[in-house]
């Protein structure tokens, strides 16, 4: 569904996906409009294009999914807000997408949290429990 939005900005997409992994419990659309936003705001964060890598692997009975990408990274004091509601770093930018991410994955048992330094991207992660 991203497809279009990736070239348009200029984007490379790798994804590093195993051929298969456990299920995880979970609302598809929900986790789908998750990975949407994330594959998205990625997108956004890069500019200048760059390169989105996607790695899924299963580990300790959770499925992790990791959305890494080349844009400018970002501050300590902004990742600290991330997940807020209508906390945004855009100028067009409701500051909803994120903080509805962050609680879709919570409510599913899992969490989404965010490593980033600055000048070297950002890489967002989901951890979800394997379904059983």
Same mark, same amino acid.
């Given at each position: 569904?991203?497809?279009?939005?990736? !070239?348009?900005?200029? +984007?490379? &997409?790798?994804?590093? *996906?195993? #051929? $298969?992994?456990?299920?995880? =419990? /979970?609302?598809?659309? !929900?986790?789908?409009? +998750?990975? &949407?936003?994330?594959? *998205?705001? #990625? $997108?956004?964060?890069?500019? =200048? /294009?760059?390169?989105?890598?996607?790695?899924?692997?299963?580990?300790?009975?959770?499925?992790?999914?990791?959305?890494?990408?080349?844009?400018?990274?970002?501050?300590?004091?902004?990742?600290?807000?991330?997940?807020?509601?209508?906390?945004?770093?855009?100028?067009?930018?409701?500051?909803?997408?994120?903080?509805?991410?962050?609680?879709?994955?919570?409510?599913?048992?899992?969490?989404?949290?965010?490593?980033?330094?600055?000048?070297?991207?950002?890489?967002?992660?989901?951890?979800?429990?394997?379904?059983?």
């Amino acid at each position: 569904m991203a497809e279009k939005q990736l !070239q348009r900005s200029g +984007v490379s &997409l790798v994804q590093r *996906l195993p #051929a $298969a992994l456990p299920a995880v =419990a /979970g609302v598809e659309s !929900q986790l789908k409009q +998750v990975f &949407l936003n994330l594959i *998205l705001n #990625a $997108a956004e964060a890069m500019t =200048a /294009g760059g390169t989105l890598i996607i790695t899924a692997c299963h580990e300790d009975e959770h499925v992790y999914l990791e959305f890494a990408d080349t844009g400018p990274g970002l501050s300590p004091e902004i990742q600290e807000r991330l997940f807020e509601p209508f906390f945004t770093t855009k100028a067009d930018g409701s500051g909803l997408g994120l903080a509805v991410s962050h609680e879709i994955v919570a409510n599913h048992g899992g969490a989404l949290t965010v490593q980033s330094t600055p000048g070297e991207g950002a890489t967002f992660t989901v951890r979800l429990p394997v379904n059983g």
